[in-house]
């Protein structure tokens, strides 16, 4: 049998649902898996509560047939391979958790889905990944879950569990192989003064319709610039990012407004992407003030 070496430089990103992650981290993970980066993707649910914006598929919604999430992961499939990631994997097993829906709907309280899930026994699940990809870098969400979805909060908290108990030698050496301490965690961002320097350049009809009357400066989502560490310059992967926001089609409308906004706005509108390192150390800031390498400052 032959036995590959392992890549050096290896990556994880925990995402909640099929599309999250090309839409916030697309370009980092087309361009890691270009260089050479063995770049590991799990996905926490199937995101069987999404809203279906395909006639044809409608009757998979949660309300019909509540069979969206084989097609989910067949699109998450799809999108991986234009981004070149071959390693992605649902949390614990396929479907073992399901989608807890968006804030204050019924979904939020059934027993079978993400946010319910046990902490301790969801983080072990991740405990099991984190040891054998032995990562150096871990991409999750912020606190809030970048926009407050429950299970981007829940996919914050599980991570950041797993990611200290993992390093313990004491905990579960039952599932090993052995230890791991991550090097560096890193949250995505959407810096305050850059976005809103991209969104004014919208036309005025087209950006209410996404942030309808509120303040640019003042959307909950964005972060303040002095706090975002990293910024991934990925526009040369674009167009696989791009392909794969197209293979999640029951989610993405690549005609709404959101996207003609960013068509508008530029290559730099979604071929950058930003983060604010969580734990670990920095490497050295380039011309910009930015960080430029997720693997910077590491041996």
Known sequence: MVHLARPSRRLLLVHAH?????LTTGVTMARYAQEGVQVV???CTLGEEGEVLLADKAHLAAAHQDALGPHRLEELTAAMACLGVADHRQLGAVGRYRDSGMVGTEANTRADNFVQADLGEAATELVRVIREVQPQVVITYDDFGGYGH??????HRVTTYAVSLAAVPSFRPDIGPEPWQVSKVYWPALPREVTTQALARIPA?????????????DLPFLVD??????????????DRKIAAMRAHA???DMESPFFAMS???????LGYEHYRLAAGSLGAADDDGFEDDLFAGLE
């Open 225 to 238: 610039d002095e706090f975002v560490t990293t910024r991934i310059d990925g526009r040369p992967m674009l």
């Open 250 to 252: 029951s989610q993405i």
């Open 205 to 217: 009809e087209q950006l209410t319709q996404f942030v309808g009357d509120a303040d640019l400066a």
């Open 41 to 43: 993707l799990v996905t």
């Open 18 to 22: 099929p599309d999250d992650e090309t």
């Open 150 to 155: 429950p299970d981007h909060i829940q996919a």
């Open 263 to 269: 068509a508008v706005a530029g290559p730099d509108a």
